[in-house]
């Protein structure tokens, strides 16, 4: 009898054994995989996104298009966000040229590590309003006199951001027979941003090149989702990450 007692201690005393080597092995296992998870939380923390540049977007509806789109996701800078996470969208539908020093002091509020550097890609669509709003008494001189509020814009814009990437929209030819009338004046505004473009070295965006199809507009002059998808590739292509 006492010879099986001592059989059952030392049966149990090695199920003790055992279960205690189990659990050492597992907390092992435990504390080498717990630094990796922590890794991969951080990284997800403070990397955000793989875009190493900032997009900015600043005028009027031909980049802030929402108004004029109803698929979700389709508009100028959701299509672009899509592709580039770090976008700002500070246009607004209706903006002329002196509405955009407001929008222009909202980078400054950017978190820092959007706001440095060469990474900042500004893309500025002004001008296409305020020829809009005096369709009816338009003239060279009319033409000049916005153009030099445009270049008084730019050039605050590259002093305060002067590492900045900036990238100047010019006007497309809206197919609208109404708009018709506009033709001239628009020629005359891409030639003076081209030529402000080249003395200031700024790169434009030549949106009259692929803006040519009635499918590219909506309201007969606002960027479509078809307009709308060839503008955001464009300055999508422009942006090196």
Not at 9 to 23: D, G, H, K, N, P
Not at 24 to 46: A, D, V
Not at 93 to 105: P, R, S
Not at 224 to 230: F, I, L, Y
């Amino acid at each position: 009898m006492l010879h099986l007692f001592l059989i059952l201690i030392i049966i149990i005393i090695a199920i003790l054994i055992f279960v205690s080597i189990c659990i050492y092995k597992q907390q092992q296992i435990r504390n080498t995989e717990i630094p990796n998870q922590n890794i991969g939380l951080q990284e997800g923390l403070t990397n955000k996104s793989n875009d190493s540049s900032t997009i900015i977007l600043i005028g009027d509806s031909i980049l802030n298009n929402n108004n004029y789109i109803f698929t979700e996701g389709k508009s100028v800078s959701d299509l672009i966000k899509a592709e580039h996470s770090d976008t700002y969208l500070f246009a607004k539908d209706g903006a002329v040229i002196t509405d955009c020093y407001t929008q222009i002091e909202q980078i400054s509020k950017i978190e820092p590590e959007s706001n440095s550097g060469e990474n900042k890609y500004i893309f500025v669509s002004a001008g296409g309003n305020n020829i809009l709003s005096s369709r009816g008494t338009l003239s060279s001189e009319i033409i000049e006199s916005f153009f030099q509020q445009y270049s008084t814009l730019i050039l605050s814009l590259k002093s305060s951001f002067p590492n900045a990437q900036i990238y100047l929209l010019n006007l497309y030819y809206p197919l609208d027979s109404r708009f018709k009338n506009l033709y001239t004046y628009i020629d005359q505004w891409n030639t003076l941003l081209s030529e402000f473009a080249e003395n200031n070295k700024l790169k434009v965006i030549q949106t009259n090149k692929f803006m040519l199809k009635n499918s590219d507009f909506t309201n007969s002059i606002e960027p479509s989702e078809t307009g709308g998808k060839k503008l955001a590739d464009a300055i999508l292509s422009s942006v090196v990450n």
